[in-house]
């Protein structure tokens, strides 16, 4: 009766961790490394951006794209790739665009810089919908900055202010169990809002993005436990069990007969 009671409790717990040892070998684990290097050394020293952003209080044909850098570039109202839509029956714009920068210091800036006619105050309050570089990760497991200023809303800001946002862009490699890599990008932001005057007056407003990257990299890769480690593992589990329930049953065993034997004694 003794060796049926420890056999159905060793297979209950044989049971408990052999399907605690399923889930974690059919779980995929993602593990994170930092390193200093360029991961992406195929992209021809460029990084792609999706900007998607809506300025409800200016006109389509005033918004445009101007983007800088320290290699030298300078290009204003850039069109490639871009896209506006009216918003507040014409009043309002949203931009939406796909570009590269150099991976070097500089910046990106929605302004009125491209106008045939430059307005006389421009109102830059706006909603950033999407910021993002590189790939778009489609994966669950893995929560960073991709889109640090998504929703970002300065609806209420001054009109006539400019704003300052200060990226600074960690490349972020991610890689699945076949091998194949994904190259994006997370960053970090501060940000202000001023009104900027020289010694001709006010400035034209704008809305900034200066960005600067990390010589740091960040790299998950996604792993699953080998095969030869969850058998082994499931063999130590059997062994073990069995070779404990040995040590009880016989333990139990000699304590009955003990007891029968003190029995019998108090009878004699």
Excluded at 124 to 140: C, E, N, P, Y
Excluded at 233 to 262: M, P, Q
Aim: aromatic share 10%.
């Amino acid at each position: 009766m003794s060796f049926l009671a420890v056999s159905i409790c060793c297979c209950l717990f044989i049971l408990f961790l052999f399907l605690s040892e399923l889930t974690g070998f059919i779980t995929t684990e993602v593990v994170n490394e930092l390193y200093v290097d360029d991961p992406d050394k195929d992209s021809g020293g460029k990084i792609d951006v999706s900007l998607n952003i809506s300025l409800p209080n200016l006109h389509c044909e005033l918004v445009g794209l101007d983007i800088q850098d320290e290699m030298g570039r300078h290009e204003v109202g850039h069109i490639d790739n871009s896209m506006k839509i009216p918003l507040n029956n014409g009043a309002g714009c949203r931009f939406e665009g796909q570009f590269s920068i150099n991976k070097v210091p500089g910046n990106f800036h929605v302004s009125t810089h491209s106008a045939t006619a430059q307005p006389q105050n421009p109102d830059m309050t706006h909603v950033i919908h999407k910021l993002s570089f590189g790939d778009t990760l489609q994966v669950q497991n893995v929560h960073g900055a991709f889109n640090a200023l998504g929703g970002a809303d300065r609806l209420t800001s001054n009109p006539l202010a400019s704003h300052d946002y200060i990226l600074k862009i960690v490349p972020t490699v991610y890689e699945d169990k076949s091998g194949k890599q994904w190259y994006s990008y997370q960053y970090t932001v501060a940000n202000k809002e001023y009104v900027a005057y020289s010694h001709t007056g006010r400035i034209i407003p704008a809305i900034w993005f200066r960005y600067d990257l990390s010589p740091i990299t960040v790299k998950y890769t996604e792993r699953r436990q080998p095969l030869y480690r969850f058998i082994t593992t499931i063999c130590a589990i059997i062994g073990g069990t069995f070779t404990v329930a040995g040590i009880l049953d016989s333990c139990i065993f000699t304590a009955s007969e003990a007891w029968k034997k003190i029995q019998l004694g108090k009878m004699h």
